[in-house]
């Protein structure tokens, strides 16, 4: 259950950086951008990967 949970915060932190990505395009900070983006691939990643660890296994 707490695996479940753990997913669910990695992917609440992902929408956020998705979210931050979107207002950094906006506000043209490539900088930003770049780290925001990396942030949502990474966090996004582990929180689809552990759900579907959970699911299978």
Same mark, same amino acid.
């Given at each position: ?5 753990l &997913? ?7 929408l %956020?950086?998705?979210v *931050?990505?979107i207002?950094?395009l906006k506000?043209?900070?490539?900088? &930003? %951008? &770049?780290?925001s983006?990396?942030? &949502? ?5 582990? *929180?689809i990967?552990?759900?579907? *660890?959970?699911?299978?296994?």
């Amino acid at each position: 259950m707490q695996h479940i949970l753990l &997913a669910i915060v990695f992917l609440v932190v992902a929408l %956020l950086a998705v979210v *931050s990505v979107i207002r950094q395009l906006k506000y043209k900070n490539l900088f &930003a %951008l &770049a780290f925001s983006a990396i942030t &949502a691939l990474a966090f996004g990643f582990f *929180s689809i990967a552990t759900i579907i *660890s959970e699911i299978t296994g």
